[in-house]
């Protein structure tokens, strides 16, 4: 991975930058520094590498809970679009790289708010990838841009955070740390706390197995079992009661039986006596309703004639209303209307004449009343404007008069106030001039103030420097016996640091893990060896056997073959003689034979001996073709069991050929891996090969291990308590100078301070005196010797009134001077405005005169005041009114004329309808008479009234009378039928007693029985409950003991790993595994640290987290890690780092680096020695960059990306090179 390119925009204080790395001079140079102040954004260009490639940044990932509030929008704090600059509506980040396939890329993040307005809320960011070779967008969505970066680049979020962008500083801490510490370190850096979770799992897991054992061992003491005695007795009673509660069952079971014969005669003597009720109950109720009934038959029969008396009906309803329509119509005489409405139209007709001839005449006036009127209009409005005018101008006359006097009493107001004032000054003029001289007087007096504080505060910092310096005397003093002590404690220690290192020199820690390992391989491969032996001794035995089974399996298959051929020739023979004989007893050769002549030849042999030519023998043929058939079907049956043991022989020896070949292989393989082993075992040691106790030797190794990691802790410790006791006197030596340079100091400061207060006590003197010139007077000069702050304050509200009067005094004079010249200009307005009064009084006059006039012509026109319009549309109207009237009468007539014609035609329409109905109405009454004659015939008393109250009876009354009727004939039927049954089978049940007892016996004894029954029945359950209960829990135990077998071995399992790998924090699964990864990081570390330092290299002490330096150029001394200087301490913090990088990336080929801490704490010598090895990193062809604001660094390093603050709270980028 190897980035080509980064632009930024409107992203936190970068406003607008474009870095490529394609460009000179960045092509150039394999290391540049990214240079600028404190905040200046320098690591906001690593936030965009971040942003453009995964979405997010390291900076803002801690806090993902709390919120801000930015622009409107509640944002959390780890939100990256809280980097969207203040001000912007849009920011941007893209990265340009070459991926892990050689191919460039274009990574861009994008947020916005919306409508790209500043109160917009800000949108959801956009993240989009495009392939460069042909600018194809691969993705715009944020969660396929995420998994195919990761793709291209090979690292995720966390590995490109420690594989590109290095944090020194968390190495340099991760030297000093102890062994937790360290763990704890290494676990964050590698983002391995997963065995930190698996130890706390083992734990938990642990602690759950054990409580749930401990639960199923409780619940196992509260499972009773019965005793073999009580179990027993439970049993005999519980037989006991089965057999009586059998016997009470039987006997119940005949007493049932008589009480059940007893209740069925009851019971049908019952129905007997019921069938007799409802069969008399039915013959009353028949009795009791008879005329009802009775009536209910005439009303059906009456139902038919029911449209006839409708239709009856209607008809003579009919003819009454035509008799009324006739006599209605015959009444009406239209003449007299007609006479009237032509009078009305021929008085309309005149009133119209009159009308036009009105308007004929008075066309000629209404011409001449519409030229006075516009001529009186036009007068109105003139004299109308020239009134407005006149009232207009009076007004502003009026007001220039009240403003001129007005402005008259205002001056000589302010007139008035200018002498007071004016008298005021002259009362006390050292005021006043000290007043027009004020701010260089109050310039001296604040320059007093100034000093007088100066003073007083050099006064206070003498008192604490003096108290000071004696209580450094005496912290001095108390230091001495310390820095004796500890001293004494260094030398021990150095002591018992030589006579440890001497003690582990005796030991080689890497031949003794070399010998371990040797001595447990050849163990090992020894074990492997005589397994191989054993296992290829079976084996050749197992192959034997398949050869001697393969070879009886080929002779088989030999004889097999030959039996083969010969059931083939069978069958061939048997077939063919079949054949023979079906062809002799064919029906062609029977014919023949029937042909044959007795001493002549044969048409088809030639003989003339025909013994088969007299008789037709086809029973003999018959016999002869089933046996024939009989063998031949042997024949093939034989050869098709031949034919299938040779398939199945062949099966087996093809199966047999397979698992020879595979033993055969198998036996290359033993023979192949034996010879690898005894490679193996050849290789190592004379010693090793052949060992008597190997246990021995390798618990002897193991001590000696175990010492020479309890000697390194011990040194490792020492280590520690000889720089800590060195740090310690450092620190004393160093506090001991302090004090002493703090005590130089304060002699100094107070020296200083009196002459500082000597050249203040001057400097008030000529401030004073120069005050005295200005402001002379004695009282206030008094004032100030006692209270000089009261003074100057009150000197200070003087001056501001005296100002104040002044200010208002000049204000007065200016507004006078202007007030003279205005009321001159509003007296020369005043005169000009009466004479434009005077003018349009005459024209008001003229006007006027000429309205009069104009009014008097009009009166002789029209003495009414109504205009020509109005009085030409009143003519209008009236001969409008006039034609409408006559309009109405022509129509009042022709309507009258009509009416009288229709009167006619309807009289003789209904005149005949009335005839119609009067022959139809005959027809049906003719009909009704008839039917009615017919019926009384079947009821004697029926009258027409009669028929007309039928008629009027609602139908579903006597409908459901007529229902009822049947019912109640029905149900007496019915009873009748079942009275005569009932009778029958009671008879019948009373001829076949079951019982000689009484009922009342039967069910005493029934009851005796059944209570005996339920206590017994009650009995059993309960003996049953305790039987079922003693197998139940005797079931439950089986399968809880075994269950408690099951987890008590897990819960071993679950100890062991618990006693090896788990605790409540997950410390110790942690430190085992930090433990490996440790070595593994310290590997890729001494790989870039051999390029970086030749004369060092990391090891590990022991099997801890202990880390030492290996130093080469003191025959491979092992040091600790304390003593390392603060360049050498870079150095190795460095390749801690690029090892991390290394162990993060895997296989990843990464060609950018980016170091961002590290360098503001160095000296001079040892930032030297930093940029070296940055120097020698470069030289591998990665691309470093390094953050840092230290002169030293941006001398050193030609290339630079300076990042520098402008106003307005933005940074611009540029780059250069010296």
């Known amino acids: 991975m190897k980035l080509l390119g980064i632009q930024v925009q409107n992203l936190a204080s970068l406003a607008d930058a474009d870095i490529d790395f394609t460009q000179p001079p960045l092509k150039d140079t394999g290391l540049f520094a990214i240079t600028g102040d404190t905040g200046a954004g320098k690591s906001t260009l690593l936030d965009a590498i971040c942003l453009a490639l995964y979405g997010k940044t390291a900076r803002l990932k801690a806090d993902a809970k709390n919120k801000v509030m930015l622009n409107g929008d509640e944002l959390k704090l780890n939100d990256p679009r809280n980097l969207l600059r203040r001000g912007c509506v849009s920011a941007r980040a893209e990265v340009t790289f070459c991926g892990q396939d050689g191919s460039q890329y274009r990574a861009s993040w994008r947020v916005g708010r919306a409508r790209n307005k500043l109160d917009g809320r800000i949108k959801e960011a956009e993240h989009q990838v495009v392939r460069l070779a042909d600018d194809t967008v691969l993705t715009t969505k944020t969660t396929e841009a995420k998994q195919l970066l990761e793709q291209l680049l090979g690292l995720n979020f966390e590995q490109f955070s420690r594989a590109v962008l290095l944090a020194q500083h968390e190495f340099a801490a991760f030297l000093k740390a102890n062994s937790d510490e360290r763990a704890q370190l290494l676990e964050t850096l590698t983002g391995t706390a997963k065995f930190s979770v698996i130890g706390k799992a083992i734990f938990e897991h642990h602690k759950a197995k054990q409580d749930a054992l401990e639960q199923r061992k409780q619940s196992l003491n509260h499972v009773n079992l019965l005793s073999d005695e009580a179990l027993a007795e439970n049993q005999h009673t519980a037989a006991g009661l089965t057999a009586a509660i059998a016997t009470a069952r039987d006997e119940e079971k005949h007493l049932e039986q008589g009480i059940f014969w007893h209740q069925a005669c009851n019971k049908l003597a019952e129905q007997c006596h019921q069938a007799e009720l409802e069969q008399a109950d039915c013959q009353q109720r028949l009795t009791t309703q008879a005329h009802d009934f009775d009536k209910a038959r005439r009303a059906k029969a009456v139902e038919v004639i029911a449209d006839n008396r409708a239709q009856a009906r209607d008809m003579t309803a009919q003819l009454k209303q035509l008799e009324l329509d006739i006599s209605q119509l015959q009444q009406q005489d239209f003449a007299p209307q007609i006479r009237i409405a032509q009078d009305e139209l021929q008085a309309a007709q005149t009133r119209l004449s009159e009308a036009k001839n009105q308007l004929q005449i008075s066309t000629p006036a209404l011409q001449s009343l519409r030229e006075l009127d516009q001529q009186r209009e036009a007068n109105k409005q003139l004299l109308a404007q020239n009134s407005a005018e006149h009232n207009e101008q009076r007004e502003q006359h009026e007001a220039l008069q009240q403003r001129s006097e007005t402005l008259g009493a205002q001056l000589q107001k302010d007139g008035q106030q ?322 002493q340079s703090q005590l130089e100091r304060a002699a100094q400061a107070m020296a200083y301070a009196q002459t500082r207060q000597t050249e203040l006590a001057t400097e008030q003197q000529e401030t004073l005196s120069q005050i005295r010139q200005v402001y002379s007077t004695s009282a206030w000069w008094h004032a100030f010797e006692q209270s000089p702050e009261q003074a100057i304050t009150q000197l200070g509200e003087q001056v501001h009134v005296r100002q104040q009067q002044l200010q208002q005094l000049s204000e007065l004079q200016q507004k006078i001077d202007e007030g003279e010249q205005q009321a001159k200009l509003l007296r020369q307005q005043s005169q000009d405005k009466q004479a434009q009064l005077d003018k349009t009084a005459h024209a008001r006059q003229t006007l006027t005169d000429k309205g009069d006039v104009l009014t008097r012509e009009r009166t002789a026109i029209q003495p009414l005041e109504i205009s020509a319009d109005n009085w030409h549309q009143s003519l209008l109207d009236e001969q409008q009114h006039a034609e409408s009237t006559q309009a109405q009468a022509t129509q009042r007539v022709a309507d009258l004329r009509q009416a009288q014609e229709s009167q006619a035609l309807t009289l003789a329409h209904k005149q005949q309808s009335q005839q119609q109905l009067q022959e139809s109405l005959a027809k049906v009454q003719s009909r009704y008479q008839s039917w009615l004659v017919e019926l009384q015939t079947q009821f004697d008393t029926l009258s027409e009234a009669d028929v007309e109250a039928l008629l009027q009876w609602d139908k579903s009354q006597w409908q459901a009378l007529l229902a009822e009727y049947e019912a109640v004939s029905k149900a007496l039927h019915t009873a009748q039928n079942k009275h005569i049954h009932l009778h029958e089978e009671l008879a019948s049940l009373r001829a076949k007693p079951v019982t000689e007892q009484g009922q009342a016996q039967l069910t005493e004894r029934l009851a005796q029985l059944q209570q005996a029954r339920d206590a017994n029945q009650a009995q059993l359950i309960s003996v049953n409950t305790v039987l079922k209960q003693h197998e139940d829990n005797q079931a439950y135990l089986a399968e809880q003991y075994e269950a408690l077998q099951a987890q008590q071995a897990e819960y071993e399992h679950w100890h062991l790993l618990n006693r090896l790998l788990g605790d409540a924090t997950g410390k110790t699964m942690r430190n085992l595994a930090q433990t490996q990864t440790l070595r593994i990081l310290l590997q890729y570390a001494n790989h870039h640290l051999s390029s970086l330092s030749h004369r060092y290299r990391l090891t590990v002490i022991g099997q801890s987290l202990e880390i030492a330096i290996i130093d080469r150029d003191m025959a491979d001394e092992q040091r600790s890690v304390n003593t390392l200087s603060g360049g050498e301490s870079f150095l190795v913090s460095l390749a801690l780092a690029l090892g991390l990088a290394s162990l993060s990336s895997n296989q990843v080929q990464i060609n950018s680096l980016f170091i961002d801490e590290g360098f503001g704490t160095l000296d001079p010598q040892t930032l030297s020695v930093a940029l070296d090895a940055l120097d020698a990193l470069q030289s591998q062809g990665r691309k470093v960059g390094v953050i840092s604001h230290v002169a030293e660094m941006t001398e050193r390093v030609a290339t630079q990306i300076k990042v520098q603050k402008q106003a307005g709270g933005f940074s611009s980028v540029t780059i250069s090179e010296r």
Not at 465 to 472: H, N, P
Not at 488 to 506: F, R
Not at 707 to 729: E, F, G, P, V
Request: proline letters at 2%; aromatic letters at 4%.
């Open 418 to 739: 200018v002498a007071r004032l004016q008298q005021k000054c002259q009362a006390d003029p050292d005021l006043t001039r000290v007043s027009e001289q004020w701010s260089q007087v109050s310039g001296a007096l604040k320059h007093w103030q100034a000093c007088q504080a100066q003073l007083g505060k050099l006064a206070q910092e003498q008192q604490h420097t003096k108290a000071s310096a004696d209580k450094d005397t005496q912290t001095q003093q108390a230091l001495q016996p310390r820095l004796t002590e500890l001293h004494q404690q260094l030398a021990g220690i150095e002591q018992n640091l030589s006579v440890t290192q001497s003690q582990l020199s005796e030991l080689d820690y890497e031949t003794l893990q070399f010998q371990r390992t040797q001595l447990i391989q050849a163990q090992q491969n020894q074990s492997q060896h005589a397994q191989l032996q054993q296992e290829q001794g079976e084996h050749r035995l197992h192959i034997d056997r398949l050869r001697h089974q393969h070879h009886s399996l080929q002779q088989q298959l030999k004889d097999t073959e030959q039996q083969d051929e010969l059931t083939r020739q069978r069958v061939l023979l048997t077939q063919e003689n079949l054949q023979q004989v079906r062809f002799r007893a064919s029906d062609s050769v029977s014919k023949l034979r029937t042909q044959l002549v007795a001493g002549q030849e044969c048409m088809v042999c030639g003989s003339t001996e025909h013994p088969y030519g007299v008789d037709h023998i086809d029973s003999h043929w018959q016999t002869l073709i089933a046996d024939f058939e009989s063998q031949y079907q042997a024949a093939e049956q034989a050869r098709a069991q031949t034919q299938q043991r040779y398939h199945d022989l062949v099966g087996q020896a093809e199966q047999c050929n397979g698992q020879l070949q595979a033993a055969l292989q198998h036996e290359a393989q033993l023979n192949s891996k034996l010879a690898q082993i005894a490679e193996l075992l050849a290789q190592l040691p004379v010693e090793f090969r052949n060992i008597a106790d190997p246990q021995a030797l390798l618990a002897q190794l193991d001590h000696k291990l175990q010492t020479y990691s309890q000697l390194s802790k011990t040194q490792q410790q020492l280590w520690q308590q000889q720089q800590t006791a060195q740090r310690d006197i450092q620190q004393l030596e160093q506090q001991n100078q302090q004090l």
